[in-house]
């Protein structure tokens, strides 16, 4: 369900391009009008599709990633649709269902595969969201790749000495491992503290 | 746990939204006020962290595996308003990012993991913790992972509940459907989620004590305490808000609340295949009481598997 | 003409740790403007705790009063007052990139330095490019800090010092664990800046190369102070401190190296 994928497609597109706060706007109103649809208006639906596609294309997105993306986060999906089919509220209404919550899932997708936070980031700035919480994210995803690498290592270094994997054992080391990456984290953030210092960081 | 788009009213989207917007605000500002400015780029670490820790594997059975969610760890260790922010960056991250979340739910997904599990981790935490500490003594480790086994489950099931109530309040599926799927399995993964998260405070406290201790609190000043007050508040708003509506569309409220209990007992019951078949217990005949009944030793139970487990965690030699 | 001021001058500096353990042990020396200085010593010596001093990033030590400076830049006294100025003009290069490279992108890592002085915004963007330029990463803009090699992020750290218009730059073991191409362009790279340089380092053929003279510190003390070949062809003093002398000044090396 959370997979490391980062879906950032390296391309030069129109879209890419764009602005970021005009994408993540439009996103926000296509999966609004797309939610917003009385259930069984199929017109909506074929119209959104028709949109995302289009926008896909001539973004000469790969579109294998994006299938490939969308199936993954479908199974969280399908799970939460199944509900009112259990109550016998008919087949009809699951697929709407489903097909409304494909549409949105795919126009995250798009606004992912084609925006880095970076930018996604100056609009919050820009739409006066606190400092302490843009910081955070900042520092988040600037190290959340450096923190998965170092989580690798550990486990790396523990399977080469690791003979017979029971659950068990493999509960405990886990737990091991997340207590050496949280103490390397906060560390890490004190040297961090102290580069920023350097550079006139004001708090 | 993260809804994803399309499932939420318009009403439910909007309301959880504002409530998460207002626990953010009291949070952000608790933080620029009560944390040392040298702590500041912990909480960047602190959700990077987190982040990487979700994704690890925890083999369960016959290949399926949990993950670690981290809000009650995040409690722990950094206190109940930097845990508001580390996991609401998260969940910003997954939503934008990696379209886990849905976008118009948000709000919601916020208000459920990054309000709702600091804040009750925090409060049962403190209040396992207080039994029989002075207040200047520091707890021993024995009632610290206890504590911090109970919060941890309590508060993910606590989250699943809001989460039922938000879904059954948008219509997307059934009170009496949605409250006992989803709290049951939740009772389940909050088992794990609290071992995980005991698991890793006890490592840490071995290898670096002082990351952990009164001090990860912050400053218990006045101001602090206001804060968390606040954010206790909202919780509470948020769940009087959600019940009401079902409380209120029957004409015996309380028997109508009773009535979804007895859902909740019988999805326990399912899972753990008790020695209460039928979940009547012999010689009580009204459905409220049993339903009760079973809930609580449901519960008891799992309060007891968590005393041994603290027990075992923090004997000297692990 | 060469400036009559010291670009650096200490005078006595001692640290003790918390603990009670001496770091530095009466240091005293003078650095002129526009001289590479090559700071060397083994593990422990102390090498990275001076560097921290220049850059007054151990604030319980700093002195108040311009009287008990013991560090000057410049003529200027290191006092916790003058924090701010003196982080400007010193910048120091960390050992670890990944500690100091801390914002999402490379332009805005290097921009971070110009923002918190409160420049204008294009004065910001020419510094930028001006900075990125010198290090040789034009273009390198919108990248991402972990898809930089470690040579690259050690280079726009740097560029993020040089946007900050520093005097003095203090660079902390900077080809550690860079391959031998990272090694000779980061080499060139210093070789290239008009900047006074202080430079800790265990790589002795690049000090030997770059650097006109060396300091010798051992146990927070300087063992030895005075032009480069002097001090690293005595095979002695660098066996004595824990060094080596570097081979090519005990053969004919067959890459004839200049100066």
Redo the contacts between chains.
């Keep these: 369900?959370?997979?490391?994928?980062?879906?950032y497609q390296e391309l030069n597109s129109w879209l890419h391009r764009s602005n970021a706060a005009a994408k993540l706007f439009a996103?926000?109103l296509i999966?609004?009008i797309?939610?917003?649809f009385t259930p069984g208006y199929w017109p909506g639906i074929i119209f959104v599709t028709t949109v995302l596609i289009s926008i896909a294309t001539s973004a000469r997105l790969h579109w294998p990633a994006l299938l490939k993306?969308l199936l993954l986060?479908e199974t969280?999906?399908i799970g939460?649709a199944l509900?009112?089919l259990?109550?016998g509220r008919g087949l009809e209404l699951f697929i709407f269902?489903l097909a409304?919550?494909s549409l949105?899932?795919f126009t995250?997708?798009l606004?992912?595969s084609t925006t880095r936070?970076a930018d996604?980031l100056s609009v919050l700035w820009q739409l006066k969201i606190?400092a302490?919480?843009i910081?955070?994210?900042?520092?988040?995803?600037?190290?959340?790749f450096?923190?998965?690498e170092e989580?690798q290592s550990l486990n790396r270094a523990r399977n080469s000495r690791t003979f017979t994997p029971q659950?068990q054992l493999?509960?405990?080391l886990?737990?091991?491992?997340?207590?050496?990456?949280?103490?390397r984290?906060?560390e890490?953030?004190?040297r961090?503290?102290g580069a920023?210092k350097a550079r006139g960081w004001k708090? | 746990m993260?809804?994803?788009?399309?499932?939420l009213s318009?009403p439910v989207a909007t309301g959880t939204a504002v409530l998460a917007i207002a626990g953010?605000a009291i949070a952000?500002r608790d933080?620029?006020n009560n944390l040392p400015?040298?702590?500041?780029?912990?909480?960047?670490?602190?959700?990077?962290?987190i982040?990487?820790?979700?994704?690890?594997n925890?083999?369960?059975a016959a290949g399926t595996s949990g993950?670690?969610t981290g809000a009650t760890l995040a409690t722990v260790?950094l206190g109940p308003s930097a845990a508001v922010?580390?996991i609401?960056?998260?969940l910003?991250?997954?939503?934008?990012?990696?379209?886990?979340g849905?976008?118009?739910a948000l709000g919601a997904n916020i208000f459920n993991l990054a309000v709702v599990v600091p804040v009750v981790s925090y409060v049962i935490y403190r209040f396992i913790i207080g039994f029989g500490t002075s207040s200047n003594a520091e707890p021993d480790l024995f009632k610290k992972l206890l504590a911090i086994l109970i919060a941890a489950w309590i508060s993910i099931v606590a989250a699943s509940i809001f989460c039922a109530f938000e879904?059954a309040l948008s219509n997307?599926?059934?009170l009496q459907?949605?409250l006992p799927?989803m709290s049951g399995v939740h009772m389940v993964i909050g088992l794990g989620e609290a071992?995980?998260t005991a698991?890793?405070i006890?490592?840490?406290v071995?290898?670096?004590p002082d990351?952990l201790g009164s001090s990860s609190y912050v400053n218990n000043t006045a101001d602090n305490e206001r804060s968390f007050f606040a954010l206790g508040l909202i919780v509470s708003l948020a769940l009087a808000i959600f019940v009401s509506p079902f409380a209120s569309s029957s004409p015996d409220g309380l028997e109508f609340v009773a009535e979804q209990l007895g859902f909740i007992a019988s999805a326990t019951n399912l899972l753990t295949q008790a020695p209460l078949p039928d979940y009547s217990v012999p010689g009580i005949e009204s459905l409220m009481i049993d339903s009760l009944l079973v809930g609580l030793i449901g519960t008891l139970s799992a309060f007891v598997f968590a005393w041994f487990f603290a027990r075992w965690l923090s004997a000297p030699n692990t | 003409m060469m400036n009559t001021v010291n670009a650096l001058a200490i005078n006595q500096l001692s640290y003790h740790y918390r603990d009670g353990h001496t770091a530095l042990d009466n240091v005293t020396f003078t650095v002129k403007h526009g001289e590479r200085l090559g700071l060397i010593g083994p593990n422990g010596a102390g090498k990275s705790t001076l560097l921290q001093h220049l850059n007054g990033l151990l604030p319980d030590s700093m002195p108040k009063k311009p009287k008990d400076a013991v560090i000057h830049v410049y003529d200027r006294p290191v006092i916790s007052d003058e924090l701010g100025k003196i982080r400007a003009d010193v910048g120091l290069l960390f050992q670890d990139p990944d500690d100091q490279l801390?914002c999402p992108t490379v332009w805005e890592d290097v921009a971070f330095g110009p923002q918190q002085l409160s420049l204008d915004k294009n004065e910001i963007s020419r510094r930028v490019t001006d900075a990125l330029n010198a290090v040789g990463l034009s273009g390198y803009e919108k990248r991402l800090p972990h898809h930089l090699s470690r040579g690259e992020k050690h280079r726009v750290c740097l560029a993020g010092i040089l946007a900050c218009d520093a005097k003095i730059l203090a660079l902390d073991e900077p080809t550690s664990h860079l391959d031998p191409r990272g090694r000779r362009e980061f080499k060139k790279l210093l070789k290239s800046l008009a900047i006074t340089q202080i430079i800790a380092s265990h790589d002795l053929d690049m000090v030997a190369e770059i650097c006109d003279r060396v300091i010798v510190l051992d146990q927070g003390r300087i063992v030895a102070f005075g032009a480069t070949l002097d001090i690293l062809g005595d095979e002695e003093l660098m066996l004595k401190h824990g060094l080596e002398k570097p081979h090519f000044l005990s053969h004919h090396h067959p890459h004839s190296f200049n100066k």
């Design positions: 369900m959370r997979n490391t994928l980062h879906s996103a926000i999966i609004l797309t939610t917003l993306r986060l969280l999906a939460i509900l009112p259990l109550q269902s409304r919550i949105c899932l995250m997708i606004l992912s936070f996604i606190p302490l919480l910081t955070t994210l900042a520092l988040m995803y600037r190290y959340l450096l923190l998965q989580m659950r493999i509960w405990r886990n737990a091991d491992l997340l207590a050496q990456l949280f103490i984290s906060s890490r953030a004190e961090i503290y920023m708090g | 993260h809804i994803p788009d399309g499932f318009l953010l952000i933080v620029k400015e040298k702590k500041v780029p912990l909480l960047g670490l602190a959700a990077a962290f982040f990487a820790a979700q994704m690890l925890f083999p369960v993950h670690l260790l922010i580390v609401s960056a998260v910003i991250l997954q939503c934008l990012m990696f379209a886990d849905g976008i118009t879904l997307a599926a059934a459907l949605v799927a071992a995980i698991f890793v006890a490592n840490i071995r290898l670096r990351l | 801390f």
